[in-house]
Nanobody
Framework: DVQLQASGGGLVQVGGSLRLSCVASGFRVDEYVVGWFRQAPGKEREEIACISNNDGSTHYAESMKGRFTISSDNAKNTWYLQMNSLKPEDTAVYYC?????????????????????WGQGTLVTVSS
């Protein structure tokens, strides 16, 4: 089966850290752009970051710069989101995704609708 499996979410206190992982199975992602999104209760889905598995270039949404770091390991067909200094407003379901039509990042980045495969989401709850 072709699927993305996100993991690493959980309950964390304000100021804490979490690392999310997303493993792709059934296909290789090392030629594509992969990314992370989140959706908080009652809010629209928002982009966090994406990375090109071709050259390692990254893009972060402006509001996500500084506390979030995206990385990938092509050998493991896996990418990660390191989240530091977490705040209650970071509480959301976090989704990983693959943009199979994108191999690199330049001045353009894939928009949410251009991601072709999505994981099931992992819940992050930041408590105060």
């Amino acid at each position: 089966d072709v699927q993305l499996q996100a993991s690493g979410g959980g309950l964390v206190q304000v100021g804490g850290s979490l690392r999310l992982s997303c493993v792709a199975s059934g296909f290789r992602v090392d030629e594509y752009v992969v990314g992370w999104f989140r959706q908080a209760p009652g809010k629209e889905r928002e982009e966090i970051a994406c990375i090109s598995n071709n050259d390692g270039s990254t893009h972060y949404a402006e509001s996500m710069k500084g506390r979030f770091t995206i990385s990938s390991d092509n050998a493991k067909n896996t990418w990660y989101l390191q989240m530091n200094s977490l705040k209650p407003e970071d509480t959301a379901v976090y989704y990983c995704a693959v943009a199979e039509g994108w191999g690199s990042l330049t001045t353009l980045i894939p928009r949410a609708w251009e991601y072709t495969k999505w994981g099931q989401g992992t819940l992050v709850t930041v408590s105060s």
